[in-house]
């Protein structure tokens, strides 16, 4: 039973470019989180998937966006890459009807120079 | 608004003694709780988590925590700690609405002597 996976690994980008993160939930899981962690910190919850649509967001600029396929897989967008974006993202998936149940993917280190 | 303490940003421990590592949160109800670790360079994998009834909960690799709510507290506890422990740790609260969001302390890194 495979996991949360994510690609990629790692990524290096400059300031103002545009980067693009997947992740694949585990096998039966319909929704999917994100969440950023900064150097030294605790993941901070970006929004989550369901159905394809957004539910909720955190405290985040309209730079980040996202996108959940009809395989449940999902993309998360960032635009306008600012230094302090730099940090460990990581997606969670879980079922519906329990969401407090999060399974996280090994995440992609993003550093912006 | 919803959020978790943890006081100690750094603990070292020799192998073979206790461990305790604190966690406080702020909630207007009875949250979920959760204990996550991490290890350099991965993802976070659950210990524990408590959602409602026995307030001691028991997790993976020996690993438990008591939920006391007199004190908003959720304390994680081992009784001998191996070098393979050595990683960071995380308190979560677990946001009791739709997409229950988890909302993370700022962890605890825990360094095992020899």
């Known amino acids: 039973d495979a996991g949360v996976t994510q690609s990629p690994t790692h990524l290096i980008k400059t300031r103002g470019q545009q980067v693009t993160l997947r992740c694949s939930p585990k096998?039966?899981?319909?929704?999917v989180s994100w969440y950023q962690q900064a150097l030294g910190q605790g993941p901070q919850f970006i929004f989550q998937?369901?159905?394809?649509?957004?539910?909720q967001r955190g405290n985040f600029p309209d730079r980040f966006s996202g996108h959940q396929f009809p395989n449940y897989s999902s993309e998360l967008n960032v635009n306008a890459l600012l230094l302090g974006d730099s940090a460990l993202y990581l997606c969670a998936s879980s079922l519906q009807g329990r969401t407090y149940e999060q399974y996280f993917g090994p995440g992609t280190r993003l550093t912006v120079t | 608004a919803q959020s978790v303490t943890q006081p100690d940003i750094h603990i070292t421990v020799s192998e073979g003694a206790s461990l305790e590592l604190r966690c406080n949160y702020s909630?207007?109800?009875?949250?979920?709780l959760f204990w996550y670790v991490q290890s350099p360079g991965q993802g976070l994998q659950l210990l524990l988590k408590?959602?409602?009834?026995?307030?001691l909960v028991q997790g993976i690799k020996g690993f438990e925590a008591e939920f006391k709510r007199s004190q908003s507290s959720f304390n994680l506890r081992k009784p001998s700690v191996h070098w393979s422990d050595a990683a960071e740790y995380f308190c979560a609260v677990g946001d009791r609405g739709a997409t229950n969001k988890l909302i993370f302390g700022t962890g605890t890194l825990l360094a095992v002597q020899p």
């Open positions: 998937y369901y159905e394809e649509e957004e539910r």
């Open positions: 909630y207007g109800a009875t949250p979920y």
């Open positions: 408590y959602f409602s009834g026995d307030t």
């Open positions: 096998s039966g899981h319909d929704t």
